[in-house]
């Protein structure tokens, strides 16, 4: 059974940096075909994809935030970590991480919980 | 860029057919997914690959995808079926998502 837990603050001040962590078990990122990605959502809002870490290390972004993303692997291997760089309000959202696998062609087959992440001041 | 669009949202009566649309270019020649989501909870995968269900879905949920459109169809909708419904695509290795259809069981 695949899990994935999101963590990290829950309010973030205009400008700065968020880190987030997403925490995993059943499946490894060293496994060919496995990646972890993050979706967000904005209060009421639809989805939208941000990033996506890969079995053997690539990483994808959003074109339209990829010069404040950063997607990489923690010093523990059941952990990928997102931080976002001068952090707005718009930014204000529910932050999902997700298993995603080529046996579902790619599709995100398991869901973290979310974390709210406020952006304000 | 890639851009996928779902009406706002979809009625049906309890016990009859839905059917949510998410369009876009060619979007016959992708793999297209469906997620729902209910609120204040996480997207649960419904639909993988135009038309395959997930271990643990009802045959109730089904789908096509053609030409310009996909299609999520929920026969004999129920009131658990309520719920907002994203589809998903890859495209150029990013992944898309449908703004999203509010489904209401009446």
């Known amino acids: 059974q695949i899990t994935l837990k999101e963590s990290g603050p829950t309010l973030v001040k205009p400008t700065q940096t968020l880190t987030l962590t997403c925490t995993f078990s059943?499946?490894?990122?060293?496994?060919?075909?496995?990646?972890v990605g993050w979706i967000r959502q904005p209060p009421g809002k639809a989805l939208e994809w941000l990033a996506l870490l890969y079995w053997d290390g690539n990483e994808r972004y959003s074109p339209s935030l990829q010069s404040r993303l950063t997607i990489t692997k923690a010093t523990s291997k059941n952990q990928v970590v997102l931080t976002m760089t001068n952090l707005d309000p718009v930014d204000t959202a529910t932050y999902f991480c997700?298993?995603?696998?080529?046996?579902?062609?790619?599709?995100?087959?398991?869901w973290g919980q979310g974390i709210l992440v406020i952006v304000s001041s | 860029s890639f851009e996928l669009t779902q009406p706002l949202s979809v009625s049906v009566a309890l016990g009859q057919t839905a059917r949510i649309t998410c369009e876009g270019n060619n979007i016959g020649s992708k793999n297209v997914h469906w997620y729902q989501q209910k609120p204040g909870q996480a997207p649960v995968l419904v639909i993988y690959k135009d038309s395959k269900r997930p271990s643990g879905i009802p045959e109730r949920f089904s789908a096509s995808n053609s030409g310009n459109t996909a299609t999520l169809t929920i026969s004999s909708a129920q009131a658990g079926d309520e719920a907002d419904y994203y589809c998903?695509?890859?495209?150029?290795?990013?992944?898309?998502f449908g703004g999203g259809t509010k489904l209401t069981v009446l």
């Open positions: 998903q695509v890859w495209d150029t290795l990013t992944a898309v």
């Open positions: 997700a298993h995603r696998d080529t046996t579902v062609a790619g599709a995100f087959d398991s």
């Open positions: 059943g499946f490894s990122l060293t496994t060919s075909g496995g990646a």
